[in-house]
């Protein structure tokens, strides 16, 4: 074997012994962005539908929706860091999407028991409200017809009278 053969063997197993020190960390970079990236879109479901049990309720749910939107285009821009090999960022970006809906699902549920008692108070005045026109109607119109038959009456005994 000749010294060049030998230093390029001696060179290979350098750049390969240095190069197979950094691939754990390449793949735990990998493996890590992909778990985050799992959780968010985990997490972005689990809100959506919190956003629309509190709808179904009738609540304004503008302010989830944007923050959904925003959640789901940082989500985006992770998966598209992590397609390109980026795991640093694609890490990052799902980080941020998971911190902006740390609170989301309890914000919903607030609207939504907000919404639900909007609604029951909503059915209780509209009940109680035709109830109580319903017995002034009869009231006022009992009251009108015991006035007039005592009108008709005193009309009746001064006709007789006369």
């Given at each position: 074997?000749?010294i060049n053969?030998?230093?390029?063997i001696?060179?290979?197993?350098l750049i390969?012994l240095?190069v197979?020190?950094f691939?754990?960390?390449?793949h735990g970079?990998?493996?890590?962005a992909a778990?985050?990236l799992a959780?968010a879109k ?8 919190a956003?629309?049990?509190a ?7 503008t302010?989830l ?6 959640a ?8 598209y ?5 980026d795991?640093d960022d694609?890490?990052?970006l799902?980080?941020?999407s998971l911190?902006l809906?740390s609170?989301?699902?309890a914000?919903?549920?607030?609207l ?15 009940v ?8 002034a109607?009869?009231?006022?119109g009992?009251?009108?017809?015991v006035a007039l038959?005592?009108?008709e009456?005193?009309a009746e ?5 006369a």
């Open positions: 074997m000749s053969a030998c230093k390029a001696i060179t290979l197993s390969l240095a197979s020190a691939l754990p960390l390449v970079d990998q493996a890590a778990a985050t959780s985990a997490q972005i479901v689990s809100c959506y539908r956003a629309e049990e709808e179904s309720a009738g609540a304004n749910i302010a929706v944007a923050v959904l939107n925003d789901g285009l940082l989500l985006s821009r992770a998966e860091a992590y397609s390109i090999r795991f694609a890490r990052d799902a980080t941020q911190s809906l609170n989301f699902v914000e919903a549920d607030v939504k028991e907000n919404a639900v008692a909007q609604r029951n108070q909503d059915f209780l005045i509209n109680l409200g035709s109830t109580a026109g319903t017995f109607v009869l009231g006022v009992g009251a009108l017809w038959k005592r009108r009456k005193a005994a001064q006709a007789n009278r």
